[in-house]
């Protein structure tokens, strides 16, 4: 079988006379009983006008019934693990001759694993601090303030002003709009532009300012943007929080005192930062295995990878309020953009699915059913509904490819060598 480049290979194909002509003599048949020729009964014109005036139709019927049997009977005799559509050219088919036709089609590659266990990574388990425990809980603490309405003043540093905020100017379409927001005027999280414009107006006051919003702000479709906003003051707050003590530890789960949340909250916060640290190591882990392993990959993986990278991209834009289909994407300069990315990102499944076959490791039955248990309860619908569902789509087999991918990523850090 030559070898065209990469993945890629090509075959070419000869199907005897006595094949052809049997196959053509079957579709002449099916197509006579359907056949409606002139002078004719439905299905009695001579074999001989059927071909003639359904020639096309039959050779047509032919192609697409010899082709793909015969390739995928030579696919099966050389073991290919063919991905994608081939490529099917140089189709030599006339009378009397035998079926001649060239395949170009990618191949899964051979990988020759190299040493994947004991690899060197950085990692040490996170630490936790009194200090870190303290800090969350005042967390906590802030998201159970109340918010108690005051009477009528001028605003003032530490006050929560009850705005009606709308853009004049400044986004690209539908205006932002807020009927009732709530800003700390002189607060942290409170963009500087709103507590200068806000501090001193009293309920009632309406005002017009603009307000420059930096590079890195969180909401994309202000980010960087200047814009001229609207604003009437409806009301003053103040900002009333619990005490800390044991009432507040109850009201907050099943802890029976202040002690008992500090220690939920260290406990919580380690396993957090445990996942965070393997899950950087495990990654560096695989950056590795990419760089020693060389080894050619399909390109129809790379385009659906990059594919794949896009809609997400498109999906966060659309989550920012922006609208992908306005964006005119030039899919050629995308590929080339994001090529290098998805091609070590293909590389990383195909060695972590090499490393799973060589090391037995799979999902269970169990591990994907307590998988679509827990979607069932998210989803608040029926398990055994959602699990035909997702064996008719291919979910099913997407989570245990997931589950297999964790479980080998879990091997690979289990057995690595890490230094602090």
């Not at 009983?33 to 059927?50: D, T, V």
């Not at 159970?144 to 309405?149: F, G, H, S």
């Not at 702000?217 to 005490?243: C, N, Q, S, W």
Request: proline fraction near 5%; include cysteine.
């Amino acid at each position: 079988m030559p070898l065209i480049e990469g993945c890629r290979h090509e075959l070419e194909i000869s199907i005897p006379v006595n094949e052809v002509e049997s196959e053509a003599s079957r579709i002449a048949a099916d197509v006579q009983k359907r056949a409606r020729l002139h002078g004719f009964r439905p299905g009695k014109a001579p074999p001989s006008l059927i071909r003639k005036y359904y020639s096309g139709d039959i050779r047509q019927k032919i192609l697409e019934a010899l082709i793909p049997k015969y390739l995928n009977k030579q696919f099966e005799a050389e073991n290919l693990n063919v991905v994608g559509t081939p490529d099917i050219k140089d189709v030599h088919f006339h009378e009397g001759e035998p079926l001649r036709f060239k395949a170009e089609f990618e191949v899964v590659p051979q990988i020759e694993l190299g040493e994947y266990r004991g690899v060197e990574v950085p990692y040490h388990d996170p630490e936790v601090t009194d200090e870190d425990v303290t800090k969350r809980i005042e967390e906590l603490r802030q998201q159970k303030a109340q918010y108690v309405n005051i009477d009528p003043r001028p605003l003032e540093d530490g006050d929560h002003a009850v705005v009606a905020l709308e853009s004049v100017s400044g986004v690209e379409g539908e205006p932002v709009k807020q009927d009732e927001m709530v800003l700390e005027i002189g607060g942290e999280d409170t963009v500087e532009a709103f507590t200068e414009n806000l501090r001193g107006l009293s309920p009632g006051d309406e005002k017009e300012f603009e307000v420059t919003y930096p590079e890195e702000y969180g909401g994309k479709r202000l980010a960087g943007k200047t814009v001229m906003f609207h604003a009437t003051i409806k009301g003053v707050r103040r900002k009333d929080l619990p005490e800390l003590n044991d009432d507040f530890a109850q009201d907050l789960g099943d802890y029976r005192n202040l002690d008992e949340l500090r220690e939920a909250v260290r406990k919580a916060m380690f396993a957090q930062r445990q996942h965070e640290a393997q899950q950087q190591a495990k990654n560096r882990i695989i950056d590795k295995l990419v760089d020693e392993h060389t080894f050619p990959v399909p390109d129809v993986f790379v385009e659906r990878q990059i594919r794949s990278r896009v809609e997400q991209s498109l999906r966060v834009m659309a989550a920012d309020g922006l609208d992908p289909r306005k964006l005119q994407l030039d899919w050629e300069k995308v590929k080339e953009t994001q090529r290098d990315k998805a091609v070590r990102e293909v590389k990383a499944s195909l060695l972590l699915s090499r490393v799973a076959e060589r090391e037995a490791i799979g999902a269970t039955r169990d591990e994907v059913d307590r998988e679509v248990e827990k979607i069932a309860r998210q989803q608040r619908e029926p398990v055994a509904a959602l699990h035909i569902k997702f064996e008719k789509d291919g979910t099913l087999g997407r989570i245990a490819s997931q589950i297999q991918t964790d479980k080998t990523l879990n091997f690979l850090f289990e057995h690595a060598r890490k230094t602090a």
